[in-house]
């Protein structure tokens, strides 16, 4: 077997950042990802990408009736409440059309129209495994909801991405019984290790940020996992061009070519992940970073074999 080259994405809009961001801080980013996702897109039908978008249930809702009826009775009560996306509700508008923060169907139906995509769940809720306040049940309740919103769409969800990477294996047998057998895991070193928000503490955010430009963990390449339910690892988050660091973006997507090229030497996996709303400002910018990265698999298709894959394609 030759390497794999998997991409997946967390679809989330505002849902993913409202327990510490709103319209007014991040609505930027969040109508620049609306702009920037059919352009993506476009890449990956001209590079013949495959992808996984886990996309958050309440974004297949074709207005605010129907979100509020797929909602859960049995519910997360997080000890921290502003973690709940249940404490928004009041504040999401009618449609789409009048409120792009929080629907998107029309860019799922984009998303379903281009060749070799995958629609994977990022739970309904956006569901947050390991706080204080949540059980087993609620996550189930809520992992059925967003299945059954994608089923009423004829999409059938059998990889999932956890939010902020909480989960432990109650919830991985919780959600193979659902009929979902791919997971994205972290990366092994201790860094990465799935933790509460609040331990998610500076050094360890420094040390990945220096992990991801220097690589002081390694290529982050593995073997092709044959287990089930299936932990199609996670290798590397695309930074976004953005920031203090922006002069320095070339270096840290330097170096994620080189990690493709070991794991195409090695015949490895090599997992590259972001959301699509870090592309919402310098779109221009970030666009272009992500096209020589997909220049450089090409090349190394050609020469070494290394495929495109989704989650859902692997084990």
């Known amino acids: 077997m030759n390497g794999v080259f998997i991409i997946s994405l967390d679809f989330e809009l505002l849902w993913g950042v409202r327990d510490h961001a709103d319209r007014d801080s991040y609505g930027k980013n969040i109508l620049g990802a609306r702009d920037a996702i059919p352009r993506i897109l476009e890449l990956f039908e001209k590079y013949e990408i495959r992808a996984t978008w886990a996309t958050v249930g309440f974004l297949f809702c074709e207005n605010k009736d129907e979100l509020l009826e797929i909602l859960p009775r049995d519910r997360p009560k997080y000890n921290k409440k502003y973690l709940s996306n249940y404490e928004y509700i009041s504040e999401v508008g009618p449609n789409e059309s009048k409120d792009p923060y929080y629907f998107a169907p029309s860019l799922i139906s984009q998303i379903l129209k281009t060749p070799k995509q995958e629609i994977g769940t990022h739970t309904l809720t956006h569901y947050y495994c390991l706080e204080e306040g949540q059980n087993l049940g609620s996550f189930r309740s809520d992992l059925n909801a967003a299945i059954t919103l994608a089923q009423r769409r004829n999409i059938k969800i059998k990889s999932i991405v956890f939010p902020r990477n909480q989960f432990n294996e ?138 495109s894959a989704s989650m859902g394609d692997i084990g």
């Open 170 to 307: 109650e919830h991985l047998t919780a959600a193979q019984k659902l009929g979902i057998d791919r997971y994205r895991g972290n990366p092994a070193d201790w860094a990465y290790r799935k933790t509460k928000t609040e331990d998610q503490t500076p050094l360890r955010r420094g040390v990945r940020l220096i992990d991801s430009y220097f690589g002081i963990f390694g290529d982050q390449t593995y073997s092709p996992p044959k287990d089930r339910p299936t932990n199609v690892r996670a290798s590397r988050f695309l930074r976004p061009y953005a920031g203090r660091l922006a002069p320095f973006h070339s270096a840290h997507t330097g170096a994620i070519r080189r990690q493709m090229t070991s794991a195409a030497l090695k015949r490895n996996v090599y997992h590259l992940w972001w959301h699509p709303h870090n592309f919402g400002i310098n779109i221009e910018e970030n666009l272009s970073a992500l096209e020589k990265i997909l220049v450089h698999f090409d090349v190394l298709r050609s020469e070494f074999g290394f495929s």
